[in-house]
């Protein structure tokens, strides 16, 4: 609360007159005060004459258990909910029985005062329809936590919405016979393909069908009832192909051709990947008429990798609505229940879920609960009751359901789809089911799960189940069911015959988050920009970039700074690394393209460089001068990022995904923390394209450079990017000047080719007093692949090639009188390889034969090993190598030790 002094009853009174007039004239803490203080009113006893009990103390002692008992009822009465289909439902609990309060057999036809009670329940109850009230709503096929959040409203929702039908709400025979259809479609699908291709792989849906139904009710709702328009989904493998057919539309024929190994040449998609891990894009329309595109993300093995993809994809769809409204776009994300528990990009993607540049308006978490992970049991994948437990930490609800139960199913879906629509926050639903075969068909589970499934092997299937509770309820016979089960057989048998007996049609590939394409998009051999402006614009925005506005206090250092950036574009020279990257965003936001740049700190910059959010010293009100540049301008965004890298950076490249109108870029605190993002960069941005068509223009600024700094603070791992480099799948550069850094921006935003862009950064050259480039270099020219010498000697001994920040300390100890006469040729991007370019640069040279490549990394790291080979094919050139030993770290740890090493280095080169 904003106030700290002595809580007296005036004061106390007065914010609560203040609260009653206006909610927002007051903190959020004293909004929660004041709500829990109506609340406590509101559910205040009216006493009756007629029903007044006793006032003694012993009566007072009973009233107060009897609120106890309510109120752990509601918090863990979970406990005794009937959920997993494999065993017998608890009965009892002792943290839930009335005796643990004091209360007995006695008490059960007493009437209490029972707080909270829905309306359609009389407020004074006896004890034994109040526990009944309570057990069915909280220890049924639903169990809930939700005591845990903090905020009274959500929590009072929640318990009006549960307690006022029991958890079990009233079903239109239209919606139950809807469910068995969903269900025996799920069923059909999954039998049809065990018999046909018996033991391959498909990852069944088998234990936990009643997730096709349950998404089917979500997608209807969440369309018809709150005007969604979009879902972003993310799933596991088990049971995508039964949700693409049975739920996204994708033809039975297109999975069954995909059993078959039939692969159309038109729709082929690079090296392309196994059916359960594709993306599809469906357009359905609910039967109410609303269309709903649901588009699912590619998906690698590595399976909670997709979430924070979804949550990037989600973001980006969002921002580009007008009006921004987060009921429109829906992220939805199945997970398995020990990759749930078990991965801690989970983790992360959850802390985004409220942060102001990462919110998407709420997530549905489904976790399907196999009771198992691969062959492990629960006992050895986590330490905590529920695979869920650790999104109680964001304060959201978490509903668990019997597997078996559709209509509970149903209407927890629908209960979490309000709720996150109200709300604006996550929400997790645990569907406690099995898995009817081993981690895929091919696995035999007896090996290790015996008894568990010997309880699943005479299982009858959910659909078996729903149809025999529907006829007891004669809502439908056995004729109508075996016509329902026999209509999804034919269906499927026609693709069946469809996909075996004829080929394939000469069609594209499937639609996928955006615009995927059949074939990986061929580069160009550099990144060209075409929309550059003139020197006297770029001084137009510098004057706006650099202006203080009126009534705003900024940090006296920081003025002096913009003073000196502003007359370095005035004067036309100097301009240093920082500079340049802010005239590029604004150039590219004033072209329209949206700028959106993320990471640890990056608003200011980790080296206190950027300065792209001031600050009002005297309010902490934050200015974006970038966001003041031109009338119809783009908009600016500069996220300082949870402190994550695999998590962010996915989440950077989902909304590359789906935005291929804006710069979309990913800045590294350090390039080394690049390392813990490194899956990301394996399994999306190196190969997504190769993989499933997916174009992302994403920009990744690495921070790299030895200065002495340790292992953790030198290296962004050059190597590893150009091991990756193949296809044509990425550009890799290390511009050197700010010029060539503002043309990389600038040819990136432009959009003509949308490749992720690498791009190592530096450190110690952002002061650099060399470091530095003539508004002139902005204005004309483009990006060069390779930068010759400025200084070069007519007739050099020695040519060396080198990249990055080495060649100032090159050419400073050249200056300083070196022995060696040499040549220092700058490479500038390393891939695709420069090979036209360095080849008149060696034709410059010709006649010397001395050639080396000069690293700061170790041997075995940077890009010598990539450039040697490279050399060698295309110009028949042998390089020596001068640099650092091979290492097992990538830098020494002693700073002392460090300037020895750089020195000698720098010797080898210039003076032998």
Same mark, same amino acid.
């Given at each position: 609360m904003s106030y700290t002094g002595p809580l007296s009853p005036r004061y106390m009174e007065a914010m609560y007159e203040r609260w009653k007039s206006d909610p927002d004239a007051v903190d959020r803490d004293w909004q929660f005060f004041f709500q829990g203080f109506e609340l406590g009113r509101s559910e205040m006893p009216k006493p009756s004459e007629s029903e007044c009990e006793p006032c003694d103390a012993e009566s007072v002692r009973k009233q107060s258990r009897v609120e106890a008992l309510v109120y752990r009822y509601r918090d863990i009465g979970h406990l005794l909910s009937c959920l997993d289909p494999l065993a017998a439902c608890p009965t009892d609990h002792p943290l839930l029985n009335p005796g643990a309060f004091g209360l007995t057999d006695d008490d059960m036809n007493r009437r209490f005062y029972a707080p909270g009670l829905p309306e359609n329940l009389d407020s004074r109850i006896t004890l034994r329809e109040l526990v009944d009230h309570l057990r069915q709503t909280y220890?049924?096929?639903?169990?809930?936590?939700?005591?845990?959040?903090?905020?009274?409203?959500?929590?009072?929702?929640?318990?009006?919405?549960?307690?006022?039908?029991?958890?079990?709400?009233?079903?239109?025979?239209?919606?139950?016979?809807?469910?068995?259809?969903?269900?025996?479609?799920?069923?059909?699908?999954?039998?049809?393909?065990?018999?046909?291709?018996?033991?391959?792989?498909?990852?069944?849906?088998?234990?936990?069908?009643?997730?096709?139904?349950?998404?089917?009710?979500?997608?209807?709702?969440?369309?018809?009832?709150?005007?969604?328009?979009?879902?972003?989904?993310?799933?596991?493998?088990?049971?995508?192909?039964?949700?693409?057919?049975?739920?996204?539309?994708?033809?039975?024929?297109?999975?069954?051709?995909?059993?078959?190994?039939?692969?159309?040449?038109?729709?082929?998609?690079?090296?392309?990947?196994?059916?359960?891990?594709?993306g599809f894009r469906g357009s359905i329309t609910t039967p109410g008429g609303r269309p709903l595109d649901v588009i699912m993300a590619d998906n690698p093995s590595h399976l909670e990798s997709v979430n924070p993809v979804v949550e990037g994809m989600a973001r980006a769809r969002l921002d580009a609505l007008e009006p921004k409204t987060t009921r429109q776009v829906f992220p939805l994300l199945l997970h398995g229940d020990a990759a749930f528990s078990g991965q801690g990009i989970t983790a992360e993607t959850l802390n985004m879920s409220q942060l102001d540049g990462y919110f998407t308006g709420g997530t549905l978490h489904i976790v399907i609960n196999n009771q198992i992970g691969y062959t492990a049991l629960p006992e050895d994948l986590r330490s905590t009751r529920y695979p869920t437990d650790?999104?109680?930490?964001?304060?959201?609800?978490?509903?668990?359901?019997?597997?078996?139960?559709?209509?509970?199913?149903?209407?927890?879906?629908?209960?979490?789809?309000?709720?996150?629509?109200?709300?604006?926050?996550?929400?997790?639903?645990?569907?406690?089911?099995?898995?009817?075969?081993?981690?895929?068909?091919?696995?035999?589970?007896?090996?290790?799960?015996?008894?568990?499934?010997?309880?699943?092997?005479?299982?009858?299937?959910?659909?078996?189940?729903?149809?025999?509770?529907?006829? =007891?309820? +004669?809502?439908?016979?056995? %004729?109508?069911? !075996?016509?329902?089960?026999?209509?999804?057989?034919?269906? $499927? *048998? @026609?693709?069946?015959?469809?996909?075996?007996?004829?080929?394939?049609?000469? =069609?594209? +590939?499937?639609?996928?988050? %955006?615009?995927? !394409?059949?074939?990986?998009?061929?580069?160009?051999?550099? $990144? *060209? @920009?075409?929309?550059?402006?003139?020197?006297?614009?770029?001084?137009?925005?510098?004057?706006?970039?650099?202006?203080?506005?009126?009534?705003?206090?900024?940090?006296?250092?920081?003025?002096?700074?913009?003073?000196?950036?502003?007359?370095?574009?005035?004067?036309?020279?100097?301009?240093?690394?920082?500079?340049?990257?802010?005239?590029?965003?604004?150039?590219?936001?004033?072209?329209?393209?949206?700028?959106?740049?993320?990471?640890?700190?990056?608003?200011?910059?980790?080296?206190?460089?950027?300065?792209?959010?001031?600050?009002?010293?005297?309010?902490?009100?934050?200015?974006?001068?970038?966001?003041?540049?031109?009338?119809?301008?783009?908009?600016?965004?500069?996220?300082?990022?949870?402190?994550?890298?695999?998590?962010?950076?996915?989440?950077?490249?989902?909304?590359?995904?789906?935005?291929?109108?804006?710069?979309?870029?990913?800045?590294?605190?350090?390039?080394?923390?690049?390392?813990?993002?490194?899956?990301?960069?394996?399994?999306?941005?190196?190969?997504?394209?190769?993989?499933?068509?997916?174009?992302?223009?994403?920009?990744?600024?690495?921070?790299?450079g030895y200065e002495g700094q340790g292992p953790e603070h030198s290296s962004a791992r050059i190597e590893r990017f150009l091991q990756l480099a193949a296809e044509e799948n990425f550009f890799v550069c290390n511009p050197s000047t700010p010029a060539q850094y503002y043309h990389l921006l600038l040819g990136q935003a432009a959009g003509k080719i949308r490749k992720p862009l690498v791009i190592f950064t530096p450190k110690s050259l952002l002061r650099h007093t060399e470091a530095v480039s003539a508004l002139d270099d902005l204005a004309a020219g483009d990006f060069s692949q390779v930068l010759a010498d400025p200084e070069a000697p007519g007739k050099p001994e020695r040519v060396v090639f080198v990249s990055g920040k080495l060649a100032y300390e090159l050419f400073a100890a050249r200056r300083a009188g070196a022995k060696k006469n040499a040549a220092i040729i700058r490479l500038e991007q390393l891939h695709p390889f420069p090979a036209k370019s360095l080849q008149s640069v060696i034709a410059m040279y010709k006649d010397c034969r001395d050639r080396v490549w000069a690293q700061e990394e170790p041997a075995n790291m940077g890009a010598w090993n990539y450039i040697r080979p490279l050399f060698q094919k295309h110009f028949s050139c042998a390089l020596s190598y001068i640099g650092r030993d091979a290492a097992a770290s990538t830098a020494t740890g002693y700073h002392h030790v460090h300037k020895q090493q750089q020195q000698e280095l720098i010797d080898r080169v210039l003076n032998r």
């Open positions: 220890c049924g096929s639903v169990g809930v936590e939700y005591m845990h959040l903090q905020d009274p409203d959500e929590r009072r929702w929640l318990r009006e919405k549960m307690e006022s039908t029991r958890n079990r709400p009233e079903i239109s025979r239209d919606e139950k016979l809807r469910i068995l259809r969903k269900l025996t479609e799920a069923a059909g699908f999954e039998q049809f393909i065990h018999r046909k291709y018996l033991g391959q792989k498909r990852f069944s849906a088998e234990g936990a069908d009643v997730m096709i139904p349950m998404m089917d009710a979500l997608f209807v709702h969440s369309a018809e009832i709150h005007g969604c328009r979009e879902i972003m989904l993310g799933m596991t493998h088990r049971g995508r192909l039964n949700v693409q057919t049975n739920l996204l539309d994708k033809p039975y024929e297109a999975v069954i051709r995909e059993f078959e190994d039939q692969h159309n040449p038109e729709a082929q998609v690079g090296a392309g990947d196994v059916k359960y891990h594709q650790m999104a109680k930490s964001l304060m959201i609800p978490i509903f668990h359901v019997h597997g078996e139960n559709p209509e509970a199913a149903v209407h927890t879906v629908k209960l979490a789809c309000d709720y996150r629509m109200a709300y604006g926050k996550d929400v997790v639903i645990d569907l406690v089911c099995y898995r009817r075969y081993g981690h895929n068909e091919g696995d035999e589970p007896y090996f290790t799960q015996p008894q568990m499934y010997e309880r699943i092997k005479d299982r009858p299937p959910p659909d078996q189940l729903y149809a025999d509770r529907l006829k =007891e309820e +004669a809502l439908i016979d056995d %004729e109508a069911i !075996k016509n329902m089960r026999g209509q999804s057989r034919r269906c $499927i *048998q @026609a693709a069946y015959d469809q996909a075996t007996q004829e080929p394939p049609q000469q =069609e594209g +590939a499937e639609a996928g988050p %955006e615009d995927k !394409k059949s074939e990986p998009q061929p580069l160009k051999e550099t $990144i *060209q @920009a075409d929309i550059r402006v003139d020197a006297d614009l770029l001084k137009n925005m510098a004057g706006k970039l650099n202006s203080v506005p009126d009534g705003f206090q900024l940090h006296r250092k920081l003025e002096k700074l913009m003073e000196k950036r502003l007359d370095a574009v005035k004067n036309g020279k100097n301009i240093d690394w920082a500079n340049a990257e802010t005239l590029a965003f604004a150039v590219i936001a004033s072209q329209g393209i949206p700028v959106r740049l993320a990471g640890q700190d990056s608003q200011r910059g980790t080296f206190s460089q950027r300065h792209s959010v001031w600050v009002d010293t005297a309010t902490s009100r934050p200015y974006v001068p970038l966001n003041h540049v031109a009338e119809d301008q783009a908009g600016f965004e500069c996220i300082n990022s949870l402190l994550s890298e695999a998590g962010a950076l996915g989440f950077e490249y989902g909304y590359s995904l789906i935005r291929p109108d804006a710069l979309t870029l990913w800045e590294a605190q350090f390039g080394d923390f690049v390392n813990n993002a490194q899956a990301i960069i394996d399994l999306y941005i190196a190969s997504g394209e190769a993989k499933w068509g997916c174009q992302s223009g994403l920009v990744l600024l690495l921070p790299h």
